[in-house]
């Protein structure tokens, strides 16, 4: 498809288990981005990359939360030892370039995380 | 710190009426973008209407348009001719890559 995927759309974890949420960008798309909406919320910034390294990642709520790009397209956010609390919609942007320009954000369906 | 108030939980109107939503923000920068987002209940967020701080001059995208007041901090959303697809959340962000949202808008079009 041409869009934002994420995989999986749901997750159900227990708490203090390991989970990887992965994002496929909008192919030829130099920027990605994490956001996470709680219920009633909108989303919140988590990190961006700008190809593979991060050039903003000071919306990481704590060292539990890691995201990486290795190649510079699919992302994959890592979460250690979940809490309760990390329950939350995760999505996904990318962007063709995201560097101030006027390049919009488009988001992904994003992945519904419950921790149990 | 940036923020971004949406005023209006709720709101409903008739199919084919004119809906305005409000958005205020506030920032210490001077150049950025405005976004109106679109989040029905399938979660994808779709956008739909994207204003540069630089231009004086409102963004409009067919029954979408919006009033960009600079010095107020203020970017309101302003849909004509509601129809039925038009129902649900709204949501207004600004910033660069690193973008804002509000707490959304949830309108309902009444057939």
């Known amino acids: 498809g041409a869009g934002v995927s994420q995989t999986p759309s749901n997750k159900v974890t227990e708490k203090g288990k390991y989970v990887e949420l992965r994002c496929d960008p909008i192919?030829?798309?130099?920027?990605l981005y994490w956001y996470r909406q709680s219920l009633g919320q909108g989303p919140e910034f988590l990190i961006y990359?700008?190809?593979?390294?991060?050039?903003?990642d000071s919306g990481l709520p704590n060292d539990r939360f890691f995201a990486v790009r290795p190649e510079g397209s699919v992302s994959t956010l890592k979460i250690q030892r979940t809490e309760r609390g990390d329950s939350a919609v995760y999505l996904c942007?990318?962007?063709?370039?995201?560097?101030?320009?006027?390049?919009?954000?488009?988001f992904g369906p994003g992945t519904r995380l419950t921790v149990l | 710190a940036q923020t971004v108030t949406q005023s209006q939980p709720e709101m409903s109107v008739q199919e084919a009426e004119t809906v305005t939503l409000s958005c205020t923000y506030d920032t210490s920068e001077s150049n950025y973008y405005l976004f109106w987002y679109k989040q029905p209940p399938s979660r994808q967020m779709i956008l739909v209407i994207r204003?540069?701080?630089?231009?004086?001059q409102n963004a409009t995208e067919n029954r979408f348009s919006v009033n960009f007041q600079k010095a107020a901090k203020s970017f309101s959303l302003k849909i004509s001719d509601s129809q039925l697809g038009d129902t649900a959340m709204y949501f207004c962000?600004?910033?660069?890559?690193?973008?804002?949202f509000g707490t959304g808008t949830r309108l309902t079009i009444i057939p």
């Open positions: 990359f700008q190809g593979t390294g991060a050039a903003d």
């Open positions: 942007a990318s962007s063709f370039v995201g560097t101030g320009s006027s390049d919009t954000q488009y």
């Open positions: 204003q540069e701080a630089y231009k004086q």
């Open positions: 192919s030829g798309h130099t920027a």
């Open positions: 962000a600004f910033g660069n890559e690193k973008l804002t």
